[in-house]
């Protein structure tokens, strides 16, 4: 932002690309560390008062990038962003098991998820009107922007106290026995009346949750399951992230005559793209959740395609093209990855295990997000020479994790069916508690049943 006058965060602080990529990355190192312990916190505490407490921490920490001076407050910066923000993702993975069966999560994650894709191409959109405020007030332009995000986002942590709603509890339960001050910041209840029996019926488990210690996390780390999950997401969220720290820098390698403004207005569209992939094969996702694997194989191969126009491409535009093919092709990989991780282990470790597996597959698959921020792009000194073919060894990368994410979930697929018999489970391994949505989801999928407004009757 604002190269032009000198005043982008880099010039201001004179970083260099190699700092700028250790900072983005440490962020992420924070992040893996700090997933699993945030997330497991949760299953104890009220998911509003800690989804709350994250969002605070990140309007805080975002509104200090501000007031940065030298290299080592944008790295202190970054790494106290990745402890605060550390179980958001996979805490609201967590949080949507607790009123819709895992068969039917990606839709719903999905849709959360698109906040993150609205996020980016907002932030393209209006970084453009930001840059334009340079120099008002003695703040440059992204000091301005990091200022306004974060008291906005201090405020929406104050009003998520009030208005999401806490885990569901059993009808007839009594209420929660808070007194005084703290009764300021009781949620709303979940569901009541007729809302609150029907959901006991069709999801029992949510309500009868085992404890457990530190012997569940163990088995939990020790399925083979979880390990194929964390490759998938490795590279999916990989490039994804490389793309939304990058994709300017990409954009101005292709058509070098933009303008800081042109190039924020370009990289809008990316994500919208993104958004429209979610909302389309998410749900399609659910209905035929027993091929979820290839809903996320196709985006993967697409993402590929996009890449390697992006880097090949012989005229300008074309190659911009190509990233909005990647664009589209990201949308759905993250989403169902979670959804498939929490399909996986809630029948098998409980609620336990969506917590713990879907915070180490967030966790430790965003080591991909340290692999694109820091040793590719500006972190590869060779990709720096300007040119027709800048950037092609790092795009060329990004296409390698994929096809490990694509095999990664071909491996996966043929696993289950294996050894899993189609993801059965049964005897001692069998969850203890089969509620409504659990016998439907033994029975099959949907399919198109319904999609269009018919529906198959079902016999009782």
């Not at 930001?130 to 942590?157: E, H, N, R």
């Not at 991780?341 to 080591?367: K, M, Y």
Request: glycine share 10%; aromatic share 12%.
């Amino acid at each position: 932002m604002n190269t032009a006058s000198g005043h982008s965060l880099g010039q201001k602080l004179e970083l260099t690309p190699q700092q700028i990529s250790t900072g983005l990355a440490l962020f992420y190192v924070c992040y893996v560390l700090f997933d699993v312990p945030a997330n497991l916190i949760m299953t104890r505490l009220s998911p509003h008062v800690w989804m709350s407490r994250v969002v605070l921490g990140v309007g805080i920490v975002g509104t200090c990038h501000a007031a940065l001076t030298h290299a080592w407050n944008f790295y202190l910066i970054r790494v106290l962003l990745g402890i605060v923000i550390a179980g958001m993702w996979p805490g609201m993975a967590y949080f949507l098991t607790l009123f819709y069966p895992p068969s039917k999560t990606g839709k719903r994650i999905g849709m959360y998820f698109t906040a993150a894709q609205v996020s980016a191409a907002v932030a393209g959109l209006v970084s453009a009107g930001f840059q334009l405020m340079d120099g008002s007030g003695g703040l440059t332009g992204y000091q301005w922007m990091f200022l306004i995000y974060g008291l906005v986002t201090i405020a929406c942590s104050i009003l998520i106290l009030w208005w999401l709603p806490d885990r569901p509890k059993a009808p007839g339960s009594p209420p929660n026995d808070v007194k005084g001050f703290w009764k300021l910041f009781q949620g709303p209840p979940a569901l009541k009346g007729e809302d609150s029996a029907i959901h006991y019926e069709d999801l029992t488990r949510v309500y009868h949750a085992p404890p457990w210690g530190l012997r569940e996390l163990w088995k939990i780390m020790c399925d083979w399951r979880l390990w194929p999950l964390t490759v998938m997401y490795f590279g999916v969220v990989g490039v994804g992230i490389g793309v939304q720290s990058f994709g300017t820098l990409i954009i101005k390698s292709a058509i070098p005559s933009l303008t800081g403004v042109e190039l924020s207005l370009l990289f809008a569209p990316i994500w919208v793209c993104d958004l429209i992939a979610i909302l389309i094969f998410t749900p399609l996702a659910d209905r035929f959740h027993k091929y979820r694997y290839m809903f996320f194989i196709g985006p993967c191969i697409l993402q590929m395609v996009g890449l390697f126009v992006t880097t090949y491409a012989s005229s300008p535009w074309p190659r911009y093209v190509g990233l909005l093919i990647v664009g589209f092709g990201l949308g759905p990989t993250v989403p169902n990855c979670m959804a498939w991780t929490s399909e996986i282990f809630q029948p098998r470790h409980g609620d336990i295990g969506v917590a713990a597996a879907t915070a180490l597959v967030s966790g430790l698959g965003n080591l991909g997000s340290v692999t694109t921020t820091y040793a590719l792009y500006t972190g590869w000194a060779s990709d720096n020479k300007p040119g027709p073919l800048q950037f092609r060894k790092s795009n060329l990368t990004m296409v390698g994790i994929l096809a490990i994410s694509v095999c990664s979930a071909i491996l996966m697929a043929v696993l289950r069916k294996l050894v899993d018999n189609n993801g059965e489970i049964k005897g001692d391994k069998a969850a203890v508690i089969v509620d409504g949505a659990a016998r439907r989801d033994m029975k099959g999928q949907r399919g198109l049943d319904g999609l269009f407004g018919r529906k198959k009757k079902v016999s009782t």
